[in-house]
C-alpha cells in the first residue's frame, strides 16, 4: 500500500509537470504570435532582420521616432510669451539677483532685449536641446542594446516633448541642456566635473536646476561606484555624488540669502528693462520676484487647498505618466539584466531622480512643466543607465512592447494644459485667416451664424454683454428649434 501511495504522488507529479509544460509552451507560442504582430507593425518584411529587401525593424523604429518626434513638436510648439521673455531681462544692472545670471551674461552679449533676437536664439536652444537628446541616446546604443528601438519612439512621442516645445524661451530649456551636456561624459571623475560646473550654472539662472536635474546629476556619478574597478573609484563615486547634492543646495540657500530682491530694487529693475525692451513684459514677474520661499510656500497651501487641485493634479498625470512609467519600466529591466545583485539600489536612485520634479510641487503651481521634467528625467536616466552599464542587447518582453505601442497611441491623442489659455495645434500645424468663423469680426459671426439658423428653420438667441460702454457679443449663442 505503501508503495502504491508513492507511486500515485509520482504520477500526479508527472501529470503537473507535463500540464505545467503545456502551459509554458502556450504561452511561448502567445509570445511568439505576439512577437510576429509586433514585427508586422514595425514593417519587418520576410528575411528584413536577416538580409531580405524589407525594411528593418530597427530603421523602421528609427524614422517612427522621427516622425513622431516631428508630430509633437508641432502639436506645441510657439514663440515665446511674455512671462519668458520677461524673466530672460533679468540682470545685475541693481546688484546680485537671483535668476539674474541668464540675462547678465547671454542677455547683454547677444542683444536679447530685442524680442526677435530672443525668439530666434530660444528656439534655437530648443532645437539644440532635441539634437542633444537625440545624439545622446545614439551615443549610448539605446535602440541597438533595447532591439528594434521602441523606447526612443515612445519618448519622442510624449506629450513631454510637445510641452518642451511650448515652454519655448523658459529657462527649463537652457537647465536641461546643462544636464544633458554633462551626462555625455563617461569617465566618472570627469563627469563629476561637469556636473559640478553644470549645478553651478544652472542654480545661478534658476534654482528649480537643484530640484530638477541635481538628482540626475547625483546618481549617474553615484553609478560609477557599480562599474568601478578599483576601491578608489568606488569611493570618487559615491562621495561626488553625495558632494553634487552639498553643493547644490548649498549654492541654493546662498542665492536665496544673497539674491532677495526688495520692493525698490524689482521697481527699478522694471523701469530699466521696459526702456531697453521693445517686446511684450509681463506684469506678474515683477510682483512675484519680490517673493521668498517661505511665502511661496504659504500661497501653495492656498492653492492646494482649492477643490480643483486634485482632479487638476490627476489629469495632468495622466497626460505624463503613461510615459515617465514605460520608461522606468525598461531602465528597472535594463538593471536587472545587466546588474544582478545590485539592480535595487540602482534602480532606487534612478526611481528618485526621474521623480524628483515632482517636489516643485511645493513653490510652484505650473504643475504640466514639473511633469514634462518627470518624462524627461525618466528618459535621461534610461540613457544614462544605457551609457554606462550597457552589456549585451536585451530583448524588451512582449508585454513591455504592447505597453510602448499603447502609450504611443496614448501620447498623439494627448493634449491639454497650456498655458496662457492655448491649445494643441493639431495636424497640419498650421492656422489659415479665413480657415474658421471665429477669426471674423464678431459682427460679421453673429450675421452669420443668425442666416444659417434662419435657413435650418431655427431661432438664433445671441447672448451679449456690456465693457467700457459698449455692447459686444459674449461668444454665446443658442440655436433653437422652432416648434
Not at 545624439?135 to 546604443?141: E, I, N, T, V, W
Not at 511645493?362 to 552599464?389: S, T, Y
Not at 485667416?433 to 431655427?458: E, I, K, T, Y
Amino acid at each position: 500500500m505503501r508503495g502504491q501511495g508513492c507511486a500515485g504522488k509520482d504520477a500526479r507529479a508527472r501529470v503537473k509537470g507535463e500540464m505545467s509544460d503545456a502551459r509554458t509552451r502556450e504561452r511561448q507560442g502567445g509570445d511568439e504570435v505576439a512577437e510576429r504582430a509586433l514585427a508586422a507593425a514595425g514593417c519587418c518584411g520576410p528575411g528584413s532582420e536577416a538580409g531580405g529587401p524589407g525594411m528593418s525593424a530597427g530603421r523602421f523604429w528609427g524614422w517612427m521616432a522621427v516622425a513622431l518626434g516631428a508630430v509633437a513638436v508641432g502639436k506645441g510648439i510657439r514663440r515665446p510669451n511674455a512671462w519668458a521673455y520677461t524673466q530672460a531681462q533679468l540682470d545685475y544692472s541693481f546688484g546680485f539677483i537671483r535668476s539674474g545670471f541668464f540675462g547678465a551674461t547671454l542677455g547683454h552679449a547677444l542683444g536679447l532685449n530685442r524680442y526677435a533676437h530672443f525668439a530666434a536664439f530660444s528656439t534655437g536652444l530648443l532645437l539644440l536641446l532635441f539634437a542633444a537628446l537625440a545624439l545622446l541616446a545614439r551615443s549610448s546604443k539605446l535602440a541597438e542594446l533595447t532591439p528594434p528601438g521602441e523606447l526612443l519612439a515612445v519618448y519622442a512621442s510624449s506629450y513631454s516633448v510637445t510641452y518642451l516645445a511650448h515652454v519655448n524661451g523658459y529657462f527649463d530649456i537652457p537647465l536641461a541642456l546643462l544636464c544633458v551636456g554633462a551626462l555625455f561624459v563617461r569617465s566618472t571623475g570627469r563627469r563629476l566635473a561637469a556636473a559640478a560646473v553644470a549645478t553651478t550654472v544652472g542654480i545661478l539662472i534658476h534654482e528649480q536646476f537643484l530640484f530638477a536635474f541635481v538628482p540626475v546629476l547625483a546618481v549617474s556619478v553615484a553609478f560609477g561606484a557599480a562599474t568601478a574597478k578599483s576601491a578608489g573609484e568606488r569611493r570618487v563615486a559615491w562621495i561626488g555624488g553625495a558632494l553634487l547634492v552639498v553643493l547644490g543646495l548649498g549654492l541654493t540657500v546662498c542665492v536665496d540669502r544673497d539674491g532677495a530682491v526688495g520692493a525698490a530694487q524689482a521697481e527699478g529693475l522694471q523701469q530699466t528693462i521696459e526702456q531697453r525692451t521693445d517686446g511684450p513684459l509681463k506684469a506678474e514677474v515683477w510682483q512675484v520676484l519680490p517673493l521668498t520661499p517661505g511665502e511661496n510656500l504659504e500661497t501653495m497651501r492656498s492653492v492646494w487647498r482649492r477643490p480643483t487641485f486634485v482632479p487638476a493634479q490627476v489629469e495632468s498625470l495622466l497626460l505624463f505618466a503613461p510615459t515617465a512609467a514605460v520608461l522606468s519600466w525598461a531602465t528597472l529591466l535594463l538593471l536587472r539584466r545587466w546588474m544582478p545583485g545590485r539592480h535595487r539600489w540602482l534602480y532606487a536612485g534612478a526611481l528618485l531622480a526621474t521623480l524628483a520634479p515632482l517636489s516643485l510641487n511645493l513653490l510652484g503651481w505650473d504643475k504640466n512643466r514639473w511633469n514634462e521634467l518627470l518624462c524627461l528625467n525618466a528618459f535621461l536616466m534610461l540613457l544614462a543607465v544605457a551609457r554606462q552599464m550597457g552589456g549585451a542587447g536585451v530583448q524588451l518582453p512582449v508585454r513591455l512592447r504592447r505597453a510602448c505601442l499603447i502609450v504611443m497611441l496614448l501620447n498623439m491623442a494627448a493634449g491639454g494644459g497650456m498655458l496662457d489659455g492655448r491649445h494643441i495645434r493639431p495636424f497640419p500645424f498650421m492656422r489659415s485667416g479665413d480657415a474658421a468663423v471665429v477669426d471674423a469680426p464678431a459682427a460679421g459671426v453673429a450675421a452669420q451664424l443668425r442666416d444659417a439658423a434662419s435657413r435650418a428653420g431655427h431661432d438664433f438667441v445671441e447672448a451679449s454683454a456690456r465693457r467700457g460702454g459698449s455692447e459686444f457679443p459674449m461668444g454665446l449663442c443658442v440655436v433653437r428649434r422652432r416648434l
